[in-house]
Antibody, heavy 125, light 110 residues
Framework: EVELVESGGGSVQPGRSLTLSCVVS????????MHWVRQTPGKGLEWISS????????GYADSVKGRFTISRDNTQNSLYLQIDNLRPEDTALYYC??????????????????WGQGTTVTVSS | QSALTQPPSASGSPGQSVTISCTGT?????????VSWYQHLPGKAPKLIIY???KRPSGVPDRFSGSKSGTTASLTVSGLQAEDEGDYYC??????????FGTGTKVTVV
């Protein structure tokens, strides 16, 4: 069974750092680009970041560029999102998702066909 | 990188059709054929229903269809059913490995 499981969320103070993880199973992880998407309370979905199958291409939303770092470890079937200098507006449910296609350039928007259940980050003093 | 524009709500009776628009610019929707649509129900993960503008993943009913003209993409749900109620989002490639979601549309079956 194809599965994505996020972890690492929690309640943190502004200015601190956090690393989210997404462990996958049931498919060949190193064949797929991966994505992070968040949903802020009461609001819609926001694309955050994407990484190609070989980490050769990485993209970030303008709203997080410079503070968020996406990475992956294909030997551990794991995707990561490091969040530095957390802000209250980073409070959200963070999802990881798999790209539709195998070994293609990063093209968020083409399609994300498998999603995790999300991990919640709350930033508050 | 502004969010794509969707109508806040759309509704229809069972059996009717509803079309949701997703308006962008020449640097996102208008520049690429990389638009996907997602159904998002409360407490659940988003579900892919259309990829690459008009392709349906296996298991998605053919009542769902997608199209694009210029800088506007559209999702049409034909033969509306009660289970189609939920929030729908478009997502477009915006160049240089970036994406942008739409503002979301709440579909109600009345």
């Amino acid at each position: 069974e194809v599965e994505l499981v996020e972890s690492g969320g929690g309640s943190v103070q502004p200015g601190r750092s956090l690393t989210l993880s997404c462990v996958v199973s049931g498919f060949k992880f190193d064949d797929y680009a991966m994505h992070w998407v968040r949903q802020t309370p009461g609001k819609g979905l926001e694309w955050i970041s994407s990484i190609s199958w070989n980490s050769g291409s990485i993209g970030y939303a303008d709203s997080v560029k410079g503070r968020f770092t996406i990475s992956r470890d294909n030997t551990q079937n794991s995707l990561y999102l490091q969040i530095d200098n957390l802000r209250p507006e980073d409070t959200a449910l963070y999802y990881c998702a798999r790209d539709v296609f195998v070994r293609t350039p990063v093209r968020p928007g083409r399609g994300m066909d498998v999603w995790g259940q999300g991990t919640t980050v709350t930033v508050s003093s | 990188q502004s969010a794509l524009t969707q109508p806040p709500s759309a509704s229809g009776s069972p059996g009717q059709s509803v079309t949701i628009s997703c308006t962008g610019t020449s640097t996102d929707i208008g520049g690429f054929n990389y638009v996907s649509w997602y159904q998002h129900l409360p407490g659940k993960a988003p579900k892919l229903i259309i990829y690459e503008v008009n392709k349906r993943p296996s298991g998605v009913p053919d009542r769902f269809s997608g199209s694009k003209s210029g800088t506007t993409a559209s999702l049409t749900v034909s033969g509306l059913q009660a289970e189609d109620e939920g929030d729908y989002y478009c997502l477009s490639y915006a160049g240089t490995d970036r994406g942008v979601f739409g503002t979301g549309t709440k579909v109600t079956v009345v």
